[in-house]
């Protein structure tokens, strides 16, 4: 079994990635204020998040699955993220990341920055389009505890040497759960939850947190 001194899990969008994926694939089918619009309400923490998706992604329908090479080649990394997945490999940590993202972007990204393992939703096509529906279970607030504590324990990490790193108030659960709960370029109400506050939009400041 792999073992590990210490875990690291970040959300993606707007904390892995300065982006939010869902509002470049809405740009794509000319509804994108709407969609950031929503988006912005559900990181708030002002409307249900497993709703919020359902209703973006169904502003997606339509959208073709040549769509996602254009947005991945949109997707910017935030600044410091390759020196903390260096430093936490370094220190004989694992990162994950549990997003409400997609994997269709995820999967291409997530190995160049340095991440381990992570979880995301899956978008439903049909005919080389997007159908707007979301193909299995949401990765919402609840998955993402969930996902922070399985992969603790498959890696034989203490609750206590556990890090969460979030924006929206869907990381809120598993920066519960963590040893340590970091607000990064959050919405207020993250940032009142939070163990520790990061102010400035670079994922480096986190290293001499690192145990």
Same mark, same amino acid.
Do not use: Y
């Given at each position: ?14 904390t ?56 991945? %080649?949109?997707?910017? +990394?935030?600044p410091? !993220?390759?020196? $903390?997945?260096? @430093?936490?490999h =370094?220190?004989?940590? &694992? ?18 920055l ?54 929206? %108030?869907?990381?809120? +659960?598993?920066?519960? !759960?963590?040893? $340590?709960?970091? @607000?990064?370029? =959050?919405?207020?109400? &993250? ?21």
């Amino acid at each position: 079994m792999t073992t590990a001194r210490f875990l690291v899990v970040l959300d993606a969008d707007s904390t892995l990635i300065r982006n939010e994926v869902i509002e470049l694939l809405a740009e794509e089918a000319g509804r994108r204020a709407e969609v950031q619009a929503a988006t912005e309400a559900a990181m708030r923490g002002e409307i249900d998040f497993a709703t919020s998706l359902r209703s973006r992604v169904a502003a997606l329908a339509g959208v073709p699955i040549e769509a996602f090479a254009r947005v991945r %080649a949109r997707v910017e +990394p935030t600044p410091g !993220v390759r020196d $903390l997945t260096a @430093a936490v490999h =370094a220190r004989g940590g &694992v990162v994950g990341v549990v997003s409400g993202g997609f994997h269709e972007i995820l999967d291409d990204v997530a190995p160049g920055l340095g991440v381990d393992r992570w979880r995301a939703n899956r978008l439903e096509a049909a005919d080389g389009a997007l159908t707007g529906r979301v193909d299995g279970d949401i990765v919402d607030g609840a998955a993402k505890a969930f996902w922070l504590r399985t992969w603790a324990e498959e890696l034989g990490v203490a609750p206590h040497a556990t890090i969460a790193i979030g924006d929206g %108030a869907n990381d809120l +659960p598993m920066m519960a !759960v963590a040893g $340590l709960g970091l @607000a990064f370029n =959050a919405k207020p109400a &993250v940032r009142e939850s939070a163990s520790l506050v990061i102010g400035p939009v670079d994922l480096g400041t986190v290293i001499p947190l690192l145990p």
